[in-house]
């Protein structure tokens, strides 16, 4: 692993170099699974946090397809789901597009637990929120309190 370094709006684009090395310059690194930029951008760091959510969607997907408790489904979301999507949540300025983004995420994975697609919705005339059905923790919210620990 080489040393790099990132470069903020007030220093010259000059080449950095530390002991006649020349130091490689990068836009963002991932440190402590929270991915830095020196825009301050949460998008990368959503992606990476939908891709983590997937992931821990897939390693509890064979006991969510096997069970109809809708109890445990939501303790499972809220222990494996909501934590990977909400990782480092305590760092982030969660402004309202970024919000709707993390709900958007949220809910998607809760439509694939509870086996609703819109047809399914349309057909069962079912109208109510999907986290009422699925009784799961909001992400959102959740991020929002990781700040007040």
């Known amino acids: 692993m080489s040393t790099m370094f990132m470069r903020n709006g007030w220093v010259p684009d000059d080449p950095f170099s530390l002991k006649g090395t020349?130091?490689?310059?990068?836009?963002?690194?991932?440190?402590?699974?929270?991915e830095?930029?020196?825009m301050n951008e949460l998008a990368?760091?959503?992606?990476?946090?939908?891709?983590?959510?997937?992931g821990a969607y897939k390693s509890i997907e064979d006991v969510v397809k096997k069970t109809?408790?809708?109890?445990?489904?939501?303790?499972?979301?809220n222990v494996t789901i909501l934590p990977?999507?909400?990782?480092?949540?305590?760092?982030?300025?969660?402004?309202?597009?970024?919000?709707?983004?993390?709900?958007?995420?949220?809910r998607s994975i809760e439509k694939v637990i509870l086996g609703l697609t819109r047809?399914?919705?349309?057909?069962?005339?079912?109208?109510?929120?999907?986290?009422?059905?699925?009784?799961?923790?909001?992400?959102?919210?959740y991020a929002k309190l990781s700040k007040i620990r």
């Open 84 to 106: 990977a999507l909400t990782h480092a949540s305590e760092t982030w300025a969660l402004r309202k597009h970024y919000e709707n983004a993390v709900n958007v995420i949220e």
């Open 22 to 34: 020349t130091i490689s310059e990068c836009s963002s690194y991932v440190h402590l699974r929270r």
């Open 44 to 54: 990368p760091e959503l992606g990476r946090r939908n891709r983590a959510a997937w």
């Open 68 to 77: 109809k408790n809708a109890r445990l489904r939501a303790h499972l979301f």
């Open 119 to 141: 047809l399914t919705q349309v057909r069962a005339r079912i109208r109510s929120s999907t986290r009422q059905q699925s009784k799961n923790r909001d992400a959102a919210v």
């Open 36 to 38: 830095v930029n020196m």
